[in-house]
């Protein structure tokens, strides 16, 4: 089983619909969860971090992590074609400093 | 520009030749991280270092590759002899210490490309 796992995609949804990624993980000690877009040929710019159960909203965005579940979302409202994009999701085990990323889901909004 | 500086951008090498890869943090973070990014595959850590110090290189290969992070001046990851196989991305990443600081921040990455 991997480490960090994310439905490939691609995932397409409509301009201003709400785009839903999903994430999963297998070490239950992770402790800190981010959220990156990556667009094809640029590199990871770090859109959300969450690190308690809950939801955290950041304007358009929202981050939910569910620990038990060992499971972590991002909701992106009011999509956009500029949010099309490969999104990462990276979990941090405690006392380790290093990220494991997951493969990424290719999101297309269509406009 | 205050955010994580690569360079070069683009480097291209013969098979067997040597690359030096070279990071500089965020202003204000003292932790750097290298990562690869093989062409469609994920991220892949490969080793964490502060000032004169590496703290886990639990994802370097274990010949040909090393990095230093040296009290003065950038991060340097060194591949030695390359081979085709090591043509991917290689990203920094830095943070600080604690609190939202230890969120990581990427610079643009550096491009190799063996020939």
């Known amino acids: 089983q991997k480490e960090v796992e994310q439905n490939s995609g691609p995932l397409s949804v409509p301009e201003g619909a709400i785009a839903s990624l999903n994430c999963t993980y297998s070490?239950?000690?992770?402790?800190?969860f981010f959220w990156y877009r990556q667009y094809s040929g640029k590199s990871p710019e770090l859109i959300m971090s969450?690190?308690?159960?809950g939801d955290k909203e950041d304007g358009r965005f929202t981050a939910q992590l569910n620990k038990a579940s060992q499971y972590v979302s991002l909701l992106i409202r009011d999509s956009q074609p500029s949010d099309s994009a490969t999104y990462l999701c990276?979990?941090?085990?405690?006392?380790?400093?290093?990220?494991?990323f997951g493969q990424g889901t290719r999101l297309t909004i269509n406009p | 520009n205050a955010g994580v500086m690569q360079n070069p951008r683009h480097l291209v090498r013969r098979r067997g030749q040597e690359a030096r890869l070279r990071c500089s943090p965020m202003?204000?973070?003292?932790?750097v991280y290298w990562y690869r990014q093989l062409p469609e595959e994920g991220l892949k850590f490969m080793v964490y270092?502060?000032?004169?110090?590496?703290?886990?290189e639990s994802g370097m290969p274990k010949e040909r590759f090393s990095a230093e992070f040296p009290k003065e001046g950038p991060s340097i990851l060194r591949i030695q002899q390359v081979v085709r196989g090591d043509s991917a991305a290689y990203f920094c990443?830095?943070?600080?210490?604690?609190?939202?600081?230890?969120?990581?921040?990427f610079g643009p990455g550096t491009r190799l490309t063996v020939t």
């Open positions: 270092l502060q000032k004169e110090n590496i703290i886990d």
């Open positions: 969450i690190y308690s159960n």
């Open positions: 990276a979990v941090q085990i405690q006392g380790a400093q290093k990220l494991v």
């Open positions: 202003k204000g973070h003292s932790h």
């Open positions: 070490d239950r000690v992770s402790q800190s």
């Open positions: 990443a830095s943070s600080g210490t604690s609190g939202r600081t230890r969120e990581q921040y």
